[in-house]
């Protein structure tokens, strides 16, 4: 994996690079007492899942419960009993979502890709997001056995109160909202049949041959005794006891915790389960996960997590201790550590070792030349490079061969602490461990930000978009990325835009969880060709729906905090003409369109009044008719420099608690 690159980014304002989110308190859709239904008919219930429409955007039910009914509509490419129903379902759409009704299809037919999918809403006209059960787990454990059949849950007991035609649905749907017992349905659907080849898949898994390798493989490594998992893998019987709870984040997509949508891009990092594994783990456990014969895979090798995974580092770093207090918000801590070496090394990995798990949110790193004096804290405007980072969730930062970054001698590693309490009081000794090439490698890995610090997200809405972006003067090649925000981020992605105005969409996280923090690093580098842009749109949940939203009341703007917002996509980069030996200033290059990036939101190339917000926007708009100089009414790229140039000047030098580090980065970042 590449280095996960939290950067150096020199902002125009005072703004945070990052800032953390406590891990979920929220409490779980699904108990994992709760008992698994493995019949493949009607059933009285519905379980909880995740799925992703056509349309790369999430739908979790169990975060549809203040909807008065929930309607699925199955769905298959080329039938014609749903394509004449095309009309009247998006009437029934429009109508009772004006009323809070979701009205979903859902798509279990293996033949249809998402592509298809696409093809075939647009040519019938349907309206209403296609839900694709790529897994056939939700159209398997529903029942389904053909297109066109509607299904009417009510979300105050998570039962199918209705299944037939949809000719029936908006019956149902009025009698449930009336409280009034729902009518029963007249017909059955009668759209073409779906095949289900797995649903007799279950009698023949094995969990010695089958289900252990694969727990084995894709869960081990974090649900080992010390690892980062609530519970270890270690025999059948601890797997047989949280197998409900393993169907359950299973269905919804929060295990393996790997958010890439595998529909875009290939990831060399990739934690998916591939469609195989995922039902052959589901089936088992509606069967009852029976134990089968064999010895267990998973009771005859001890796994114990490695202290240091990479191994023994050729550097360790000791963050000073820090008491976390029992509750409360912590400003962010900034200590440091006097720099050991005494000659100049290339990293070509790092792994953080927090203390305590619960507390740690985050760990930013960055060297500085000269050791602060007594009393004095690190100060992120004097780092010139990174020694690594952490946040929730993320694992190791290793440089692939032919790239890394630069320690210098003596000075200091500062660092930005981010705690969160957790309802005890503790005592944090986080550590670093270092490793050092032994050559200099032929290219440095840099970091710029895709970020906004005037984000504005109204209260009691439940999707709130935000756009921003950096601009590539040169030619680059894209490593990786890593996206960040906080408890009302819903959904979030990376596009590239081309000179020539074409669009590619490179990493699409239909649901984002902050619980689960890393970088996505591309199988191959992507070509990011001069004069391009790499654009990162955020969704933002900030509704009574979000179970995690500490205040759907409020509006949200940019803050360190976790009950506050933030906008940050972290790219880890190499310049086409630069060398470990022969290298630029990288901030410089980006330093002109910053502050167009972060605030352009019509993505047009220039700032109109209507996109300044928060206090850098307050500033340009004082000064607005002074900087139009060419009384367009917007403010261009040689505007905006004078604009920056103003800003400057009133910022003076002082730095705040807020500011990111130093634009100047001549060893990497």
Not at 266 to 271: A, I, M, N, P
């Amino acid at each position: 994996m590449s280095a996960v690159r939290f950067g150096v980014i020199g902002l125009l304002a005072s703004t945070a690079l990052i800032a953390g989110c406590s891990t979920d308190s929220a409490p779980q859709a699904m108990s994992a007492a709760n008992a698994v239904n493995v019949v493949a008919t009607a059933q009285a219930s519905v379980e909880n899942f995740m799925l992703v429409d056509a349309n790369l955007e999430a739908h979790e039910l169990f975060r549809m419960t203040l909807a008065p009914a929930v309607v699925l509509i199955t769905q298959a490419n080329g039938d014609a009993a749903i394509q004449k129903l095309a009309p009247s379902l998006n009437a029934m759409a429009a109508a009772y979502g004006a009323k809070g009704v979701e009205v979903l299809m859902l798509n279990s037919n293996l033949k249809d890709s998402r592509e298809a999918i696409l093809t075939e809403a647009q040519k019938v006209g349907f309206k209403a997001p296609i839900l694709m059960d790529v897994n056939q787990l939700v159209g398997g454990s529903l029942g389904v056995t053909r297109s066109a059949e509607a299904y009417v849950i009510d979300p105050k007991t998570w039962t199918v109160v209705y299944r037939g035609a949809v000719s029936g649905a908006a019956a149902a749907v009025d009698a449930l909202m009336a409280g009034k017992p729902v009518p029963a349905a007249k017909m059955a659907g009668n759209g073409a049949v779906i095949a289900f080849p797995d649903r007799g898949m279950a009698a023949r898994i094995s969990y010695v041959k089958d289900v252990a390798p694969i727990l084995e493989a894709k869960c081990v490594a974090c649900h080992q005794e010390g690892g980062i998992g609530p519970f270890a893998m270690n025999n059948y019987a601890m797997v047989k006891g949280f197998s409900p709870m393993i169907r359950e984040v299973i269905r919804t997509d929060r295990m393996p915790p790997y958010n890439a949508d595998p529909h875009v891009g290939k990831f060399s990092d990739d934690r998916n389960l591939s469609a195989n594994e995922i039902k052959t783990l589901v089936h088992w456990i509606e069967a009852g996960a029976p134990r089968g014969e064999g010895e267990d895979p998973l009771g005859k090798v001890q796994h114990v997590a490695a202290e240091w995974p990479l191994g023994k580092p050729d550097l360790v770093l000791d963050i000073p201790a820090y008491k976390v207090p029992a509750s409360g918000v912590v400003d962010y801590q900034r200590p440091f550590t006097p720099n050991s070496l005494t000659e100049g090394r290339w990293i070509r990995a790092s792994t953080v070792k927090p203390g305590d798990r619960q507390a740690v949110h985050h760990i930013l790193t960055g060297w500085m030349k000269d050791v602060p004096a007594a009393g004095q804290n690190s100060s992120e405007t004097r780092w010139r490079g990174s020694v690594g980072g952490y946040a929730v969730g993320a694992e190791s930062n290793v440089f692939s061969e032919e790239v890394g970054t630069y320690l210098p001698a003596g000075g200091a590693v500062g660092y930005q602490m981010h705690y969160t309490p957790y309802g005890k009081e503790t005592v944090d000794k986080s550590q670093i461990g270092v490793y050092f090439r032994d050559t200099v490698p032929k290219y440095i890995m840099r970091g710029v930000v895709v970020i906004d610090a005037t984000i504005e997200i109204p209260a009691n809405t439940a999707r709130h978009k935000e756009v921003a972006y950096v601009e590539f003067p040169k030619d680059a090649l894209l490593y990786s990325a890593f996206p960040h925000a906080h408890y009302r981020a819903y959904s979030n992605d990376l596009w590239l835009q081309t000179p020539d105005g074409k669009k590619t969409l490179l990493l699409s996280m239909p649901r984002y969880d902050f619980n689960w923090q890393r970088s996505y690093t591309f199988a191959q580098p992507i070509k990011i060709p001069a004069g391009s842009r790499l654009i990162a749109n955020y969704v933002y949940d900030n509704s009574k729906a979000n179970p995690s939203n500490p205040d759907p009341s409020i509006k949200v703007t940019w803050g360190e905090q976790s009950h506050e917002e933030m906008l940050f996509t972290s790219l880890s980069f190499r310049w086409m003409d630069e060398t470990a030996v022969e290298q630029i200033d990288s901030e410089a290059r980006f330093a002109q369109t910053r502050l167009l990036g972060m605030m352009d939101d019509n993505i047009d190339g220039k700032l109109q009044k209507t996109e300044m917000r928060g206090r850098m926007g307050a500033m340009i708009s004082g000064a607005f008719a002074m900087l139009d100089k060419n009384g367009d009414q917007s403010l261009d790229r040689a505007e905006l420099v004078a604009a920056q140039a103003m800003m400057g000047r009133r910022r003076g030098t002082q730095a705040t608690t807020t500011d990111g580090p130093s634009a100047s980065t001549p060893f990497g970042s």
